[in-house]
C-alpha cells in the first residue's frame, strides 16, 4: 500500500500549485492513495467548501483529513456525511466521521483524524485512547494517522504509544516540516510535521505583516492568504516496505 500524504493545503496559492505538481508526484511515486489535510483550503485558509471538495475528488484525492478549522467554513455541515472527508475522531459530538476505510486491491486501509489537546483544545476527548480503541476495533489491514496538533511532544509520545499497532503516524498542524522521519522501533512509520502546501514568503500561511503586528501589537484580527511564491510539503509513504519519504518543493 502506497500513500501520497500533502500537509496543510493552505488557501488558493496552496490548492493551486498542488494541481500544478499533482501529475509529476503521481508519475514518480505511483501511490495507491492520495491524502490531503484540507482544514485550511478554502480561499480565506479557514475549512472547506463544496466547490473544492468536489475539484478535489476529480483531481484523484482519495481522502481528505482535516484539523482545529474543520468547521471554520460552516457549508462542510451540509456534505460532510457520507463524504471522503475525515474529521478529527475525538470530537464528543459532531457531524461527519472521524475514520474512514478505503478499499485498494483487496486491502483495506482504515485513515483517521486525530486533534491534540496540548497548547490547542482541552475540551476534545484523548486523542491516545481514542485513537487506539478505532485501531483495535476497525477492521482493516493497513492504517494512518493525521495528528493534527500544535505540542511535537504530544505527537512523538503518540507516535511511541501506538507504535506497532497504527501502520503510519503523520503530524500536522505546525506548518513546518520536520526532519525526523522514520521507522520507529516496532515498526510504525512516522514524522512529527509533514509541514505546509501554500504560501512562501508569509508566516504559516498567512500575510507576514498581519502577524508581526500580532506579535508586536498583540492584535490584528483580519487575516489574508499572500500571493507570491509557493510551497509544496508532502510524504510518501510505502506501508508494506516500510519507506517513508519527505518531499518539499518551492518556487525560487
Known amino acids: 500500500m502506497k500513500i501520497l500524504f500533502f500537509g496543510d493545503v493552505y488557501g ?27 482544514e485550511n483550503i478554502a480561499p480565506n485558509g479557514r475549512g472547506i467548501n463544496k466547490a473544492i471538495y468536489k475539484e478535489l ?29 475525515v474529521r478529527p475522531i475525538n470530537f ?34 484523548n486523542p491516545f485512547l481514542v485513537c487506539k480503541k478505532a485501531l483495535e476495533e476497525i477492521p482493516h489491514d493497513y492504517s494512518f494517522i493525521d495528528f493534527h496538533a500544535e505540542a511535537t511532544s504530544e505527537k512523538v509520545a503518540l507516535g511511541y504509544y501506538l507504535d506497532g499497532l497504527a501502520s503510519a503516524i503523520v503530524g500536522t498542524h505546525t506548518h513546518v516540516q520536520t526532519t525526523d522521519d522514520r521507522i520507529l522501533e516496532k515498526g510504525t512509520l512516522y514524522i512529527s510535521d509533514v509541514g505546509m ?5 508569509g508566516v504559516i500561511g498567512v500575510d507576514r505583516e498581519i502577524v508581526i503586528n500580532r506579535f508586536i501589537n498583540g492584535h490584528a484580527p483580519i487575516n489574508k492568504v499572500p500571493e507570491g511564491r509557493r510551497q509544496l510539503s508532502a510524504v510518501f509513504l510505502d506501508l508494506e516496505l516500510k519507506k517513508i519519504e519527505r518531499i518539499y518543493e518551492y518556487e525560487e
Do not use: H, Q
Not at 514518480?28 to 484540507?38: D, E, L, V
Not at 486491491?105 to 476527548?125: D, F, H, P, Q, W
Open 12 to 38: 488558493n496559492p496552496g490548492r493551486e500549485y498542488l494541481y500544478e505538481k499533482l501529475d509529476n508526484l503521481k508519475e514518480k511515486y505511483r501511490p495507491n492513495i492520495i491524502i490531503i489535510n484540507g
Open 57 to 85: 475528488m476529480s483531481k484523484g484525492i482519495s481522502a481528505i483529513t482535516m484539523g482545529n478549522w474543520v468547521f471554520g467554513n460552516s457549508e462542510l455541515l451540509d456534505f460532510i456525511d457520507g463524504s471522503n472527508v
Open 92 to 125: 464528543y459530538d459532531a457531524k461527519g466521521s472521524g475514520t474512514l476505510v478505503i478499499n485498494f486491491n483487496g486491502k483495506k486501509l482504515l485513515i483517521i483524524n486525530a486533534l491534540g489537546r496540548t497548547y490547542m483544545n482541552n475540551s476534545v476527548e
Open 197 to 201: 502546501t501554500g504560501p512562501l514568503d
